[in-house]
């Protein structure tokens, strides 16, 4: 069978380059602050348009259009403080990767019609190939270089709407993939049926009832548990002028109200206490009469210093002293708790480099707590954007999340509301309720169906006493969550690999002469 030649981009590129630029612009509404996210959809669509067509070089143009416009604008906190260099460069290289996961995404929309013309390669196979090339990028953007980053994917955005209860089922990646998937086989339907055959829209129409109508997957209630957090308001950012202790005293001071009432735990953010009480004496026994005065012990958080190793450190801490038990940070956050490959990087940046002066030690015990009988599952600020870190305290017997965060270092930014759609969206990811709470605000107890039950609002001192539902069972989120990573990020990659060398083949038996006498 002769093979079909290579489909027209949909646009051509002087349309293409604005559209993949909208596209980027207007996905930005559906997270936090706006947190619009019917949004996403039109967005993803129209960069999926863009792209269709396109050979390479067009395709790493429009696709670093589409990463620019988004990542500039969404990542745009990072330059609260540090200015506009730590901004640029991480929007830049967000934006190459963005760029280089473009090119498969455009080979997929060239190979699969020339190998699979017909209906269920247009309306099926290419759709589900274009998504799970999407959902890749996602992931490598999420783990290279150094860890990687994973702000921005589609699934966190559907977090207010009435699909999040998907990931429950197929992760955040999961989720991520049937976003794209709808869009991209609303695409080919109206490219190929032109609304003239109803029956060509039926796989588009199921992906979209599996989004609107699949339930959150239940856990079985465990009881409940009675949980004091507070948020300090200290000057807990890393420019605030503060004396000594400040941070931890302004801790002391919004937990007085909660002495004398009944806790199971009283919870502390991230960097609560701005001395290493395993090395403080005094820091010690502060904590150890705070937990005296509640009556129940303490789920703190601190800089920790173990030979030359500094870790960011949660602690459980009891009025018989402690450390009991520790949890140390496993994702430090690159060019900000840490610098990897300094020798390199500061020459570039001596000042900024020169500011960071600690080196953070990546963690390597269990994310999970035994609170009086309760698993405490753990996550320190932007450990809470790894799917392994929550995943691993779901599956090692957390019943409930407490996450501790530090936002102070972009006060008046969006940084603090995306990061708590992250919390919202591990809620109802494993089914466990989660505290989230914060140095400075936003802190808030989620249920496991993601809804508030508690909170705080930003900038202000203040706590929260609440009976948090306890929950057991793991969802499939959890379970299959790592499978459904590889087989739809390295399953696509071989999958393309597959189609290019279908084409390859095809190609060459096309051009191969036909033997005399045949009448070719």
């Known amino acids: 069978m002769p093979l079909a030649d290579p489909p027209r981009p949909i646009v051509r590129l002087a349309f293409a380059a ?46 670093f259009l589409f990463g620019a416009a988004f990542f500039s604008v969404n990542l745009l906190f990072t330059a609260r403080y540090l200015g506009p260099i730590p901004w640029i460069a991480l929007s830049v290289l967000e934006s190459l990767l963005t760029a280089a996961f473009a090119v498969p995404i455009a080979l997929a929309y060239r190979w699969m019609p020339r190998i699979a013309p017909g209906s269920w390669g247009r309306l099926v196979l290419l759709p589900t190939l274009v998504a799970a090339l999407w959902t890749l990028r996602e992931q490598i953007v999420g783990s290279w270089p150094y860890g990687g980053f994973p702000w921005g994917r589609i699934g966190v955005s559907q977090v207010n709407g009435p699909f999040a209860e998907v990931a429950s089922w197929v992760g955040m990646s999961g989720l991520s993939f049937l976003v794209v998937l709808f869009c991209a086989m609303v695409i080919e339907y109206v490219r190929r049926a032109r609304f003239r055959r109803p029956l060509a829209a039926l796989p588009a129409a199921l992906v979209l009832v599996v989004l609107v109508a699949l339930p959150q997957f239940p856990t079985a209630e465990a009881g409940s548990m009675r949980v004091g957090a507070v948020q300090g308001n200290g000057p807990a950012g890393y420019f605030d002028q503060r004396e000594r202790n400040a941070v931890l005293n302004a801790q002391l001071s919004a937990s007085a109200p909660l002495f004398g009432q009944d806790m199971d735990v009283l919870l502390w953010p991230e960097g609560g206490v701005d001395s290493d009480p395993t090395r403080s004496a005094a820091t010690a026994a502060v904590l150890e009469e705070l937990s005296r005065r509640v009556d129940a012990p303490l789920l703190v958080s601190a800089v920790t210093e173990r030979g030359p190793d500094l870790y960011n450190s949660a602690l459980l801490w009891t009025a018989d002293g402690g450390p009991q038990q520790t949890y140390d940070k496993r994702n430090p956050v690159p060019f900000g708790e840490y610098v ?111 809804a508030t039950l508690d909170q705080l609002p930003v900038d202000v001192a203040g706590h929260m006493i609440t009976d948090v539902p306890l929950r057991t069972g793991l969802t499939p989120a959890v379970v299959i969550g790592p499978a459904v990573k590889i087989v739809l990020g390295w399953g696509s990659l071989l999958a393309l690999m597959a189609l290019g060398v279908g084409v390859l083949v095809r190609g060459r038996t096309n051009k191969t002469p036909a033997p005399e006498g045949t009448g070719a």
């Open 18 to 63: 604005p559209l993949s630029t909208a596209a980027g612009l207007l996905l930005v509404a559906a997270f936090p602050a706006p947190a619009l996210w019917p949004v996403a959809f039109p967005a993803v669509a129209m960069a999926l348009v863009a792209l269709a067509g396109r050979r390479v070089w067009s395709a790493v143009l429009v696709g």
């Open 340 to 450: 990897p490959d300094r020798a390199f990087w500061e020459p570039f940046a001596p000042d900024l480099i020169g500011l960071i002066g600690r080196e953070y030690t990546p963690g390597t015990a269990s994310p999970v707590f035994d609170v009086n009988g309760v698993g405490v599952g753990l996550a320190i600020c932007f450990d809470v954007i790894y799917d392994d870190v929550v995943w691993d305290g779901a599956d090692q017997g957390a019943q409930v999340f407490m996450f501790q965060t530090n936002n102070a270092d972009f006060r008046g930014t969006d940084e603090n509301l995306q990061q708590l759609a992250f919390a919202r969206m591990r809620a109802i990811e494993t089914g466990r309720s989660v505290v989230n709470l914060s140095t400075v605000g936003t802190s808030q107890v989620i249920a496991p169906d993601g």
